[in-house]
């Protein structure tokens, strides 16, 4: 859908008059259109919401009251524990695997946690550790998921086509781990998970870069090829150990070609409902820009250029220029290659520099959707032409997961 960036900038301004950046906002209109799009992507298989990319409790539940919407995908286990015990949900995933000994002690005290929040587990040696600090006849079993590595080893395993995550490769080791835990007293085996990050996580139509793009289309199906095969190889495996609650796969960029696996019961997406950046690189989907952030001009250093406070909000991952936020309104402005988006200040360049004056906003999108709740204490709901909530982030809480 084409957006009129004019009227989305007056709206933007209008709404937040009263405040002064820098400050991040979220559009409601566009983060529910994203979440009913990711709904519909899911062609009926439930979506758990990924709370990294997210990382306002408001925002998490709004989300989840709605139809289609099942369960949480945290990314680390304190994160976890205070989702289950504030109420957002009373099914947490917990995504990777956990060395935090104080954590698993609150885990294991108390059976009502143990009943809602379910732990990653890919190395028998994550079970040993659970065990030194809570001995399984001292605590309620608790809840397993095996994470199954989504990566393609094309010729023979001599190349790596993904992230680097479970060792867990193959549809034997699944099973052999399934046995593992379906033969230790104090867990209950109850999901699998992969994540094809290859698939969900990369885009397959980078800007100006249509070779690439071709390139990075034909890995990505025959990657798919090749978990589906694998995944329900590995499902199966691990079935005869355990009746499974759920197979949970993908992520924003994957959700419909996820869902149409046979094998997967539930798909995660998270990124989806902000809307960022990395996902303007995407064929199949992109949803609307529904998170932004203001920083205000207090410089005009010469012609045709305009320099704003803050701004530096950089994204983890490989340092690439598809990690910088991008300023997006007014329309036509570029970060100077030479100083990029600072930390105190951002200079930027373009026609829409020479109109900009002394006090007004630049808007700029994320690269990466949560990773924007780091960086403010609070986020300012806009509906209309108007902010018609202000609610907490994560970080405003006293919250910093990792």
Not at 170 to 185: D, K, N
Not at 230 to 251: I, K, Q, W
Not at 281 to 297: L, N
């Amino acid at each position: 859908m084409a957006i009129d960036r004019d009227k989305l900038r007056d709206r933007l301004d209008r709404a937040t008059a009263h405040l002064d950046p820098p400050y991040a906002v979220v559009d409601l209109s566009a983060f529910d259109a994203n979440a009913g799009a990711l709904v519909d992507r899911a062609a009926g298989k439930p979506v758990r919401i990924a709370s990294k990319s997210v990382r306002v409790r408001e925002l998490l539940t709004r989300a989840l009251a709605r139809p289609g919407w099942r369960g949480v995908m945290a990314f680390t286990l304190p994160e976890a524990l205070w989702l289950a015990r504030s109420g957002v949900s009373d099914d947490v995933l917990v995504a990777y695997p956990t060395a935090d000994r104080g954590a698993l002690a609150e885990l294991a005290a108390d059976p009502a946690l143990a009943e809602a929040v379910t732990l990653m587990v890919d190395d028998a040696g994550q079970l040993d550790l659970i065990d030194q600090v809570s001995p399984p006849g001292s605590r309620p079993a608790l809840r397993i998921c095996l994470e199954l590595d989504a990566s393609w080893r094309p010729l023979g395993g001599r190349v790596h086509v993904g992230v680097r995550r479970s060792p867990v490769h193959s549809a034997g080791a699944a099973g052999t781990l399934a046995a593992a835990v379906a033969g230790r007293p104090g867990f209950r085996l109850v999901g699998l998970m992969s994540y094809e990050a290859q698939i969900a996580g990369l885009g397959d139509a980078p800007p100006g870069k249509a070779v690439l793009g071709t390139a990075i289309r034909v890995t990505q199906r025959g990657s798919y090829r090749e978990l589906l095969a694998r995944r329900a190889a590995a499902v199966a495996a691990v079935r005869e150990h355990a009746d499974l609650e759920f197979v949970n796969g993908g992520g924003t960029g994957s959700v419909a070609a996820t869902s149409a696996d046979p094998a997967v019961t539930e798909v995660t997406a998270g990124s989806g409902l902000y809307g960022p950046t990395l996902f303007d690189a995407y064929r199949a989907w992109r949803p609307t820009p529904a998170a932004f952030f203001a920083c205000a001009v207090v410089r005009r250093p010469g012609p045709g250029l305009a320099t704003v406070l803050g701004g530096g909000w950089i994204a983890s991952g490989p340092p690439a220029d598809s990690r910088v936020p991008r300023p997006w309104l007014p329309a036509g402005l570029k970060l100077l290659g030479a100083e990029g988006a600072g930390e105190v200040q951002t200079p930027l360049a373009g026609d829409a520099a020479t109109a900009l004056r002394i006090g007004d906003r630049v808007w700029f999108r994320h690269a990466k959707a949560g990773e924007l709740c780091e960086h403010v204490n609070e986020v300012h709901l806009v509906d209309g032409d108007s902010v018609v909530g202000t609610v907490p982030t994560y970080r405003g809480e006293g919250h910093a997961f990792l």
